[in-house]
C-alpha cells in the first residue's frame, strides 16, 4: 500500500488517532509481553446498534476518516478502527495530530522481511514473527497490521518481492497461517494482502493481470484460502491491479465468488489506499471499507476531506434516495462491527509489549535461520583467532535499511549494520578497515577512484568481506522507492551502482573475499560468481542482521536459510520473461507461463538455475535414509530418518515433492507438498514423519471446474532442495 506520490506530502499528512501518553518513555522497553487479548469482554447487540444508525453514519464506519483509520459513530459508542503497516514491523505514525518531529514514541522492533521469513522455513518462526507484530500494535493502539503479504515472487524484478515470501503456494500458505495466528493470537486483525495477482509494482493502479483458472486456483489463491481456511484471518486486503478487466478491490468473482461463497471468509474487505475506481461496484460487491487519501485536496493545497470517496458523501445521497438497497450496507456495517468485537474493541485489552528483549530475539533468530549460504568452497566458517585484521568493502556494510521500501517502511528502535555486527563480535581486538566502494545514490556508478581504493583496502587483509546486492532507498529523503521498493519495479537483475566492476576487481586483488548480497531477490551473478569461494544472501535481515551475519561468517552460528524462490542465471531463464512478457503497451499482464511458476518451470523445462529451490548450504552435512512410503485410505504416510553426519550442531529442511508420473494435464515436473525443519546434534538421527491428503496428488481442471485426483502412480521424493532430491519412494492412488 502506499498513500503518498511525492516527498512534500509526507509533512502535510496528519496524524494518528492514538495518544501515546499511557505508553511510557519509548526509550525503555516495555515489559509487559502478555498474549491474552482481552481483561473484559465486552460484546455489543450489532442489531441493535444498526437499527439505530443513519444511513450517513452507516456510510461513515465504511471509508477511512483519516489515512489510517475508518469511521466510527461517537454518540453510539462506536470507536475508529486503526489500522498500521506492516508486514515486517509496526509502522511508524500517520495521521492526525502528529508531529514527525515531536514524537519519538513510534520507533518499532525492525523484523526481518517478507522473503527472509520464508527463508527459514520454520513454521513455529512465523508464529512467533506475527506475535511480535501483534503486541506491538496493541501496544500502540492499533486494530489491524496490514500483513501478512502473499502474493507470488514470480519475477526477479518485482520491486516488493521483498515484502513477500516466496514463489511456491504451499510454502506461501504454511508460513502465512503461522504469522496470521501469532498476530490474531494478541487480540490484533492481520490483513492478508494484496488479493490478488499484483506480481508488479508498474502502472499498478492501471494493469490488467490476465491468468487461466488452473493457475489461479493453483499459484495464485492458495495463501489467501489457507489464511482464512486454517488461521480464521480477520480482514484481507483488495489489490490494486485490475483481474480479468475488473479491479480487484470490486471483482464480483474474486471478492463474493471465491472469497465468500468458497473459501468461506466472513472478515472484512478492505481495498488497497485509493485501490476503488467505482461509484457502484464495491457497493455491490463485498468490499468493506475504502480506504485513502484525497490526493486531489491536497494538490490544491486545500485541507483533506474524506467524505468524498465512492463509497462517501454520494452514497450517502443514493441511499436517502432510495437508489441503493440499504442491505448492501448494513452487511458491511455488520462485519465490521463483528471483527471490532473480536478483537475486543468494545473491550478493555491488554497492554501489548513494546521493544522488548524478547521481541529483539524474535528478530535475532529469525535472521539466524533466513540466511542462506549459496555458495562455500571451503572456505567458511572463518576462524576467528587468526584474525587481526579485517578488509570490508560495500556501502551496504554500514547502510541502514529500516526505514524504506514505501509502506513497509519501519522507524526502527534501532539496526545493527554488518560493520556494526563485526565490530560487535570482535570489539577491539580487530582492526577492520573499510572502503564504501559505491554511492547509494541516483544514478551513481562506482568510480575508478573507489575500485581503487577498494582493491587497496582488501590486498593484504587476513578477511575481506563485500558487503554489496540491492538496497532500500537513496537517501533520508521520504522519496525513497528506488531498488525493493514499493511502487516500482527494478530495470533488471543487474547490482546497481556498477557493482560488477568493483566486486571483480576486489576478488581479484583478494580471492578469499567472502561476498555477501543484500536483497529482495536475486541479482545476476554471472560476472563474478565462478571466481567467488562464498557467497551469502542476507535479504534485509531485520534490527540484529549485522550481528546474525557476523555470527554465521565465523562459525558462532550455522545457517540454516534456504532458498524460498529459485534463482535464475539470468533473466531471460524466468518463466515471467521467458514465457510471458513485461505488461504490454495496453497495460496487460497475461501470466502466460499458467502454472509453470519458479522451479516448476525450471526443472520441468530442464534449466539449470544460479541456484535452485530450496537451496541453502550448512555448516555441517546430513543423511536422508530409510524412507516408507504407506498408503492409508486417501492420506499417504511419509517417513524417514534425517541424520547429522558432520562435527556441527546444524539445522536442515526435509522437503517433501510429490511427480504425477502420467496426468491427463501437463504438470510439473514436481510440486512441493511437505517440509520440517529439524535441528540435530553432531551424530544425532531423527525420525521425520509427513501426512499427505488428496490435495497433494489433486489438479485443478478448468474444463471441469473442479479439483481432480487422477488414479496412476505418483513419485514421492525427500530433499535438500528442489534439485537434490536424496530419496524417494512410490505409491499408486
Not at 500458505?173 to 490483513?191: F, L, T
Not at 490494486?240 to 465468500?260: A, I, M, Q, W
Request: charged share 25%; glycine share 8%; proline share 4%.
Amino acid at each position: 500500500m502506499k498513500i503518498y506520490t511525492n516527498p512534500y506530502l509526507f509533512t502535510i499528512l496528519a496524524v494518528a488517532l492514538i495518544c501515546f501518553s499511557s505508553c511510557g518513555d519509548n526509550n525503555t522497553p516495555a515489559n509487559n509481553s502478555k498474549t491474552t487479548n482481552t481483561t473484559s469482554d465486552m460484546k455489543p447487540d450489532i442489531e441493535s446498534l444498526l437499527s439505530q444508525m443513519t444511513n450517513a453514519e452507516k456510510v461513515a464506519l465504511i471509508h477511512a476518516s483519516s489515512s489510517f483509520t475508518s469511521g466510527g459513530v461517537e454518540r453510539l459508542g462506536i470507536p475508529e478502527l486503526i489500522m498500521s503497516d506492516g508486514p515486517h514491523g509496526v509502522r511508524h505514525e500517520h495521521g492526525r495530530d502528529w508531529d514527525k518531529e515531536d514524537i519519538d514514541t513510534d520507533k518499532s522492533t525492525y523484523l526481518p522481511t517478507g522473503v527472509a521469513l520464508a527463508s527459514t522455513w520454520n513454521t513455529d518462526l512465523g508464529y512467533e514473527f506475527g506475535a511480535v507484530l501483534g503486541r506491538e500494535a496493541k501496544f500502540r493502539g492499533k486494530d489491524v497490521i496490514l500483513g501478512p503479504g502473499l502474493n507470488i515472487i514470480r519475477s526477479p524484478l518485482a520491486g516488493r518481492n521483498f515484502e513477500y515470501l516466496t514463489e511456491d503456494p504451499y510454502l506461501n500458505a504454511q508460513m502465512a497461517v503461522g504469522y496470521v495466528k501469532g498476530v490474531q493470537d494478541q487480540g490484533i486483525a492481520a490483513c492478508a494482502k494484496h488479493y490478488v495477482a499484483n506480481t508488479y509494482e508498474y502502472q499498478r493502479h492501471y494493469v490488467d493481470v490476465l491468468m487461466d483458472e488452473r493457475a489461479f486456483r493453483e499459484i495464485y489463491l492458495p495463501g489467501f484460502k489457507a489464511v482464512v481456511q486454517e488461521a480464521d484471518v480477520l480482514t484481507i486486503m483488495g489489490a490494486y491491479n485490475k483481474f480479468r478487466g475488473t479491479y480487484c478491490s470490486h471483482h464480483p468473482f474474486l471478492l463474493d465468488e471465491v472469497l465468500r461463497k468458497e473459501i468461506g471468509f466472513e472478515g472484512l474487505v478492505i481495498s488497497d489506499w485509493n485501490a476503488v475506481k467505482d461509484s457502484m461496484e464495491p457497493v455491490e460487491t463485498s468490499l468493506d471499507i475504502e480506504m485513502g487519501t484525497d490526493l486531489s485536496m491536497l494538490g490544491q493545497g486545500l485541507p483533506l476531506d474524506y467524505s468524498k470517496f465512492h463509497m462517501g458523501d454520494a452514497l450517502v445521497e443514493k441511499l436517502d434516495k432510495g437508489e441503493v438497497d440499504v442491505a448492501l450496507i448494513d452487511s458491511k456495517v455488520r462485519r465490521i462491527l463483528e471483527v471490532m468485537t473480536r478483537i475486543n474493541k468494545f473491550g478493555e485489552r491488554t497492554a501489548g509489549a513494546y521493544n522488548t528483549k524478547a521481541h529483539q530475539a524474535v528478530a535475532k533468530q529469525v535472521a539466524d535461520e533466513a540466511i542462506v549460504l549459496l555458495k562455500n568452497e571451503d572456505i567458511l566458517p572463518l576462524e576467528k583467532e587468526p584474525v587481526k585484521k579485517m578488509a570490508v568493502v560495500g556501502a551496504n556494510a554500514t547502510w541502514k535499511h529500516a526505514g524504506a521500501g514505501g509502506s513497509s517502511q519501519v522507524k526502527a528502535y534501532y539496526e545493527i549494520t554488518p560493520m556494526a555486527g563485526l565490530k560487535n563480535l570482535f570489539g577491539d581486538d580487530v582492526v577492520i578497515d573499510y572502503a564504501q566502494g559505491y554511492d547509494i545514490k541516483k544514478d551513481a556508478v562506482a568510480t575508478q577512484e573507489q575500485i581503487d581504493e577498494a582493491v587497496k583496502t582488501v590486498t593484504g587483509a587476513d578477511v575481506a568481506l563485500y558487503v554489496g546486492g540491492s538496497f532500500h532507498g537513496y537517501s533520508d529523503e521520504w522519496n525513497d522507492n528506488a531498488y525493493d521498493a514499493e511502487d516500482i519495479d527494478k530495470p533488471d537483475m543487474m547490482m546497481p551502482f556498477g557493482q560488477d566492476a568493483l566486486l571483480k576487481a576486489v576478488l581479484e586483488a583478494n580471492p578469499n573475499t567472502i561476498v555477501v548480497l543484500f536483497g529482495g531477490a536475486s541479482v545476476d551473478m554471472s560476472e563474478w560468481h565462478d571466481k567467488a569461494k562464498a557467497i551469502l544472501q542476507v535479504w534485509y535481515p531485520g534490527m540484529e542482521g549485522g550481528n546474525s551475519l557476523a555470527n554465521i561468517i565465523f562459525g558462532e552460528t550455522n545457517p540454516s536459510g534456504k532458498l524460498p524462490i529459485t534463482f535464475p542465471a539470468k533473466l531471460e531463464d524466468s518463466p515471467a520473461h521467458s514465457v510471458s512478457s513485461y505488461p504490454d503497451e495496453n497495460l496487460i499482464i497475461d501470466h502466460k507461463e499458467g502454472i509453470m511458476v519458479g522451479y516448476r518451470y525450471f526443472d520441468t523445462k530442464n534449466i539449470k538455475p544460479a541456484y535452485a529451490f530450496g537451496h541453502g548450504l550448512s555448516y555441517t552435512t546430513f543423511d536422508f535414509t530409510g524412507m516408507e512410503v504407506r498408503k492409508n485410505g486417501e492420506t499417504v504416510s511419509v517417513s524417514l530418518t534425517v541424520t547429522n553426519t558432520g562435527k556441527m550442531k546444524g539445522g536442515e529442511v526435509v522437503q517433501i515433492y510429490v511427480k504425477d508420473e502420467v496426468s491427463s494435464l501437463v504438470r510439473p515436473e514436481k510440486e512441493l507438498k511437505a517440509f520440517k525443519k529439524v535441528f540435530l546434534e553432531p551424530g544425532e538421527g531423527q525420525e521425520v514423519s509427513f501426512e499427505l491428503d488428496k490435495s497433494a496428488f489433486s489438479y485443478f481442471d478448468d474444463k471441469k471446474m473442479e479439483w481432480v485426483l487422477e488414479p496412476g502412480k505418483f513419485i514421492i521424493m525427500a530433499g535438500s532442495a528442489s534439485d537434490n532430491i536424496r530419496v524417494s519412494g512410490e505409491i499408486d492412488m
